[in-house]
């Protein structure tokens, strides 16, 4: 077994998880990559998508908008501008955040938030959709 290793999200308003995991999937921007105990340390920007945190046996799912991740061997952190745990988003909530997402990418002046912002949209729906 690889072991564990402490994974953190962090908003700008407190720690929205603080566990000991066995692998953590992140969308990062350069595509999703796993981390698992032992991981290259390195820092990555985040895309708009879903995290799967696999953590004793049990598996969470939570959105996060944007932010950075800095993996070590023994540590994972995300710091996140806004993270929704994708079981407890209501259909008003993902409303919400659809509409605003739309309302963003109809504004991207670049390709970067263009990019971003189709990011969100699409998993939002994908959300919206299983939710159905």
Request: glycine residues 6%; negative net charge.
């Amino acid at each position: 077994m690889a072991g564990t290793f402490k994974f953190e999200l962090v908003s700008p308003e407190r720690v929205l998880i603080s566990v000991d995991a066995d692998q953590v999937v992140v969308p990062g921007a350069g595509g999703d990559f796993a981390v698992l105990a032992g991981h290259a340390p390195f820092i990555t920007t985040l895309r708009p998508g879903v995290l799967d945190v696999l953590a004793g046996g049990a598996k969470r799912r939570v959105l996060v908008k944007s932010g950075f991740a800095e993996v070590d061997p023994s540590r994972l952190t995300i710091l996140a501008q806004a993270a929704y745990d994708v079981d407890e988003m209501t259909p008003a909530i993902i409303a919400r955040e659809l509409s605003a997402a739309e309302a963003d990418l109809a504004a991207a002046k670049d390709d970067a938030a263009q990019s971003a912002a189709d990011s969100l949209v699409n998993e939002l729906r994908r959300i919206s959709a299983k939710a159905a």
